[in-house]
């Protein structure tokens, strides 16, 4: 599993309400990165990071945020949760950080917002 | 925008069939990714393919890069129950975007025995 550690696992919240979501890596790899997965659209990127307090968005960034100010942690933040953020959640990391090595996702986060 | 069309979306079939997965995309990628994903689970990266015309085999999954490195193929032969799942493909972004995926659709695959 690349020591990648989601949390929460599973959270159901209202809407309008802020949460936050965290991945946590134990091998200080420098690229990090938070995808949702919904049906039929398989996985796609929300934000990315390429290192401490280095990130940037990805193709449905509208509604997040992200910081990482260690290495380790990543934060995935919705500021005011809408139902169509009920998804479920995936961090990442990219062992070696150059396009071509080898990408590690994490258990997943299931979010329902109601 | 990149995109990556994968199909079947659902597939069916009995074991000890042959199946073939597609991605294609009109843009090029600089390498090509396989995952599958068990329920509850994160995806598992199965192969890369780096070269335009690169056949990869892993057991009895075969993985093809087009010549122009726009599509993929994926073929299981003589499916087995356990190869139930969904097989996703994905497309990696070179240069300056750090390893980014593009994810075609899914595929979810059952196998019955």
């Known amino acids: 599993d690349a020591g990648i550690t989601q949390s929460p696992r599973h959270k159901v919240t209202e809407t309008g309400t802020p949460v936050t979501l965290r991945c946590h890596q134990t091998?200080?790899?420098?690229?990090m990165y938070w995808y949702r997965q919904d049906p039929g659209h398989g996985l796609r990127l929300i934000h990315y990071?390429?290192?401490?307090?280095?990130?940037d968005k990805g193709e449905v960034s509208d509604g997040y945020s992200v910081s990482r100010s260690k290495t380790e942690d990543f934060l995935l933040t919705l500021e005011s949760a809408t139902s169509s953020q009920t998804s479920v959640y995936f961090c990442?990391?990219?062992?070696?950080?150059?396009?071509?090595?080898?990408?590690?996702f994490g258990e997943g986060s299931w979010l329902t917002v109601v | 925008t990149q995109l990556l069309e994968q199909s079947p979306q659902f597939l069916s079939i009995q074991e000890g069939e042959n199946l073939t997965v597609y991605c294609n995309s009109s843009?090029?990628?600089?390498?090509l990714q396989w995952y599958r994903q068990e329920p509850g689970e994160g995806p598992v990266l199965l192969v890369t393919?780096?070269?335009?015309?690169e056949v990869k085999k892993l057991k009895r999954l075969t993985f093809q890069f087009g010549d122009a490195r726009k599509d993929s193929s994926l073929h299981i032969t003589a499916a087995q129950p356990g190869d139930t799942g969904l097989y996703l493909c994905?497309?990696?972004?070179?240069?300056?975007?750090?390893?980014?995926?593009?994810f075609g659709q899914g595929t979810i695959l059952t196998v019955h025995p």
């Open positions: 990071s390429y290192g401490v307090k280095d990130t």
């Open positions: 091998e200080n790899h420098r690229y």
């Open positions: 990442a990391i990219s062992v070696g950080g150059y396009s071509g090595n080898t990408i590690y």
């Open positions: 843009s090029v990628f600089s390498s």
């Open positions: 994905a497309g990696v972004s070179g240069g300056t975007s750090y390893g980014k995926l593009t």
């Open positions: 393919v780096v070269t335009g015309g």
